[in-house]
């Protein structure tokens, strides 16, 4: 038999389709025809197999050899497709057996030598191969990523000629130990309790964690605002298996396989200022994942965030409201998710000191309007917790010790509180919207008239009202009550720092 069909995977946004490696061996001249849209790096592929083939001592067939990748009109890459190409020659050609095909996936790219080299972006092909049934065969190096997928039957190869003993019966390659459980959670070691003082920006960091909210941290430099926001991750749950395997693939994308040792910690992003648009929300002539789905998940810290181009935290606008980014590239559309938790450390002027009792502002007062206008406006409105993180006066700290619960007991606090969440309304009180929002945050009669008429003596306009409303819901959850009561609706209040600092401007 001259034609061999055998089974890999190409790489769209975070879906990988599955592609069907068809090679025919037929009569004719010797030529070797790659057919299947491939791009240049696959159609190099030619001069790959065909040393690594000779290289490994089997016979490179003199004949007219034709491989198409199917279906034609995706977009194909980089050289995971050589490994089944080499194997599909050597099948038609007879010098390899040619049973099992459709219960296996084939991934790696091949050296001259018959190395198989590692491919960037493996882990959500192999999520699909493990969600199909099929086992997958790919390069050694790989294991790692591999073996966070424990329903996966998976072997590692170093060579063409192991993955050809492998499929002759003559020498089986291990089958891939999933990665141990104990070896998948690594605790944050900064502790929230460490901070002493600053009271409400730690509150504001529990509230922020349990209900899922952006944050927004705004005093003069030195207060310890990135101090405070660099204690979140160790608050937050480890992830799920089907989050951590979701947030691995996107990393495993980004060509950044995230640490086995780590990888249940919800991931911590902290792109510079000075990054670009596609650096933060992804791009590229084939989409790669960008800062911000990274931080799915997790959290994308943006520190000195006025420093940040206004265009680009503008990208951020869209993916803060779906959870997703897209990206359009000629004939074909990424998507890759973008749930991410952001918080944002800014000075409240140009100079640092606007607001601080205890050092004058050298700016004026249009200064300081065109700064806060750079952080203001609908960015700002998806920012639920605005939190002032003061100078404390020199002092006033000393002789405090660390007091107040663990990391190890707020994040247990943490976790139950968003339990609660999702067993009511299916998602956390920041992504709360529409009917199920206004089912959870039912105030009743008077206090809703006492809402209204604060919300207005504070001169909060009724943007914040919602914004407010699942802040409260959360404070209540925390709590562990059922309704919202008007000390919590007075606490959600106090996170506006911004607002108030807009309204002492002159
Ligand atoms: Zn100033």
Known sequence: ????????????GMDAPLVTVEVDIGNGLPAFALVGLPEASVREARERVRAAILNAGF???????????????????????????????????????????????????LALSGELRPCTGLLPALLACQKAGRAALFPEACREEASLLPSLKAYGAPTLLAVC????????????????????????????????????????????????HHLLFIGPPGTGKSMLARRLPGILPPLGEDCAQQSAAIYSLAGKPRDTGSWRQPPWRTPHHTASAVALVGGGSMPRPGEISLAHNGVLFLDEIAEYDRKVLDCLREPMETGEVSISRAAHQARFPARFRLVAAA??????????????????PDQIRRYLAKLSGPFLDRIDL?????????????GQAPSGPDNDELRAKVAACQQRQFSRQGCLNADLEGEPMRHACQLPPELAQWY????????????????????ARTLADWQKAEAITQAHLSEAMQYRAMDRLLGTLP
Not at 200 to 211: D, H, S
């Open 1 to 12: 038999m001259a034609l061999a069909t055998l089974y890999c995977r190409a790489q769209l």
């Open 59 to 109: 016979e490179f067939p003199a004949r007219r050899i034709t491989v198409n990748l199917a279906p034609a009109e995706l977009p194909k890459e980089g050289g995971r497709f050589d490994l089944a190409i080499a194997i599909g020659i050597l099948q038609a050609s007879s010098q390899l057996p040619m049973e099992n095909n459709g219960r296996l996936e084939l991934y790696g790219e």
């Open 165 to 212: 003993a492998h499929l002759a019966g003559q020498q089986a390659l291990a089958l891939l130990a999933p990665l141990a459980a104990a070896q998948s959670a690594a605790p944050d070691p900064l502790s929230l309790n460490d901070v002493v003082g600053q009271a409400q920006a730690k509150r504001a960091l529990m509230v922020a964690a349990a209900g899922g």
């Open 347 to 364: 000075n409240p002027c140009p100079c640092g000191h606007f607001g601080n009792p205890r050092r004058a502002c050298r700016c004026s």
């Open 386 to 398: 605005q939190v002032e993180v003061a100078m404390l006066p020199p002092g006033s700290l000393a």
């Open 452 to 471: 209204d008429a604060t919300l207005q003596a504070l001169g909060l306009s009724a943007r914040v009202h919602h914004k407010l409303l699942k802040v």
